[in-house]
T-cell receptor, first 115, second 114 residues
Framework: KAGVTQTPRYLIKTRGQQVTLSCSPI?????VSWYQQTPGQGLQFLFE???????NKGNFPGRFSGRQFSNSRSEMNVSTLELGDSALYLC??????????????FGPGTRLTVL | GDSVTQMEGPVTLSEEAFLTINCTYTATGYPSLFWYVQYPGEGLQLLLK???ADDKGSNKGFEATYRKETTSFHLEKGSVQVSDSAVYFCALSDGRRSNYQLIWGAGTKLIIKP
């Protein structure tokens, strides 16, 4: 079974631009979560989509948005980029076959650098 | 709300040393507990999990026991290798009570010197 894939792996943008990152979950997984990882703030939860609906949301400004398609693939968009948005963006998928816990499978991440 | 606290890093050990990375949690329900590992330049991988009290998760020589009485899930390994150098994250999931959202610790960087 193929793992979680993220594209692109690396991106360089300038302040004020916008960016779209893509995530393809493991086949059959309907939940996709996005995280931002920086050296200073650690791993921070952005949002989670389940069956095309945003189900959970972290504490990020409205410049960060996402969506999920009917095939469970997900995209996240960051508009009006700021220097502080430079980070590793991780996507994780889950099948949610257990009602008691959420085991997530991560992609390799997209490294975004904002100049 | 629910939370996870890990010991601060970096933790630096010599090869073949004994490893403990402390993790404690706060939860009002009955969470499942996880350890994830992130090797340099990669995403996170599930290392082990435990879904109920007194369960022991184990994988690749690592172990952690779900201790409800001390609300802890400490990660241990008897003899570490240079290849174990990575960042380790403790996390909990409380299923439907928290809408399946995972709660993460801050991560502990482990450095193993040959």
């Amino acid at each position: 079974k193929a793992g979680v894939t993220q594209t692109p792996r690396y991106l360089i943008k300038t302040r004020g631009q916008q960016v779209t990152l893509s995530c393809s979950p493991i086949s059959g997984h309907r939940s996709v979560s996005w995280y931002q990882q920086t050296p200073g703030q650690g791993l921070q939860f952005l949002f989670e989509y389940f069956s095309e609906t945003q189900r959970n949301k972290g504490n990020f400004p409205g410049r960060f948005s996402g969506r999920q398609f009917s095939n469970s693939r997900s995209e996240m968009n960051v508009s009006t980029l700021e220097l502080g948005d430079s980070a590793l963006y991780l996507c994780a998928s889950s099948s949610l076959t257990s009602v008691s816990y959420n085991e997530q499978f991560f992609g390799p991440g997209t490294r975004l650098t904002v100049l | 709300g629910d939370s996870v606290t890990q010991m601060e890093g970096p933790v630096t050990l010599s090869e073949e040393a004994f490893l403990t990375i402390n993790c404690t949690y706060t939860a009002t329900g009955y969470p499942s507990l996880f350890w994830y590992v992130q090797y340099p330049g990669e995403g996170l991988q599930l290392l082990l999990k435990a879904t109920k009290a007194d369960d022991k998760g184990s994988n690749k020589g690592f172990e952690a026991t779900y201790r409800k009485e001390t609300t802890s899930f400490h990660l241990e390994k008897g003899s570490v290798q240079v290849s174990d150098s990575a960042v380790y994250f403790c996390a909990l999931s409380d299923g439907r009570r928290s809408n399946y959202q995972l709660i993460w610790g801050a991560g502990t960087k482990l450095i193993i010197k040959p």
